[in-house]
């Protein structure tokens, strides 16, 4: 029995000791990229303009500059007749996010269904009162915390990563843009705008959160009743509620089939150990596998652990491009110049396997080409990382993402 205890005891310490030292790792890590975020200045970044592709009776457009999408935004909302669904992660107090609340209240006050619905704890920052709506606006504010005593487990504990617009059911937009003035022209990212039979599938994946998701009750929304039926384009929707992570083994199909070529661009790019594998073994297929994730993301913790994976993936022939002097936050990738996906997920854990999400899936060569020259044009705002420089880190850092590389199971 005393020994027992004694063991008891030992691991306890073991175990206090590891987590002490991965807090102070990350605390001495948060301060120095901070210190080092107030010495940078901001910079321009390479752009298109939006850019339309017909698939399967479907306008998709595709922007990568939050100024063109919100101005488009904005100008669907004010044309809207019949209701608006609006979903976002992230909505700012500031001159846009204020712009969207004034526009999203003149549509309800002409009549206009208005549902909108954002989640409390990536706004936590945000001015409570910024979220006073008249009663005429419909709100949902996904919870802080969910299924009491369970909150911690799964199915409760996923954060409301999507962002999601749907206007009459004629037009949705879809992809990584959150609400805020500086997503319109200091973040890179990407997003599509769809006009055909499948803004059904966007709209049922909000109708379906607004209906059954946690959080104070609801007057119901009616279902779609049309859903499309296609192979070319199509949604996929991570709902941890049902325990429902399609778009990792979306991402994962597509890999295993590549022929030719992988090119990812992640804002948060921290893949699990399947994900690794499957890109590794892809480079050994020859297949050209490049990868677009930024130098300094808006999250250290998220930079030091994807760090912890280059030595790894940069040894098995993966190309590495540092995005630079500006945070890319897009989620999005184009294979074999025949399949793409524009989404909300990131390749980490938290995306696929914890948080709501919702990824567009594309198989259409028009598009694909289009992906392909955001892709293209996005590598001449990059840096290649190469094998050389990397192992010449300095032993302080291979340290720390030692020590740091546990926390990627909840990251």
Known sequence: MALRKRLRRTIATVVGASVGVQLLTAGVVSVVASLHRRQRKPSGFPYLEPMSDEVAGNEVTVYTYGTHLYEEMLAEIERASDYIYFESFIWKSDEIGQEFKDALIRAAERGVRVCCTWDVFANIVVPRSFFNFPPIVRTYPYPLLKGGIKFLSLKHSGRDHRKILVIDGNVGFVGGYNIGSNYANKWRDTHARVRGPLVTELESAFVDMWNWGAGHPRDLLPEPTCQAWTAEIRTHCNTPQTMTYPIRNMYLEAIRKASSR?????????????????????????????????????????????????????????????????????????????????????????SLLGNYEINLEVFDRSLASTMEDVFTMDLTNCRELSLEEWTQRPFYARLAERILRPLSIIM
């Open 262 to 350: 992988v090119w990812l661009t992640q804002a948060y790019f921290i893949p699990d150990d399947d994900v690794q594998i499957a890109l590794l073994e892809a480079v050994e297929r020859g297949v050209d596998v490049s990868v677009v994730i930024p130098e300094e993301s808006n999250h250290v913790m998220a930079d030091w652990l994807s760090r912890a994976r280059y030595e790894t993936l940069l040894e098995g022939g993966v190309k590495i491009f540092l995005y630079q002097k500006a945070m890319i936050h897009s989620k999005t990738a184009v294979i074999d110049s025949v399949w793409s996906t524009i989404g909300t997920a990131n390749l980490d854990s938290l």
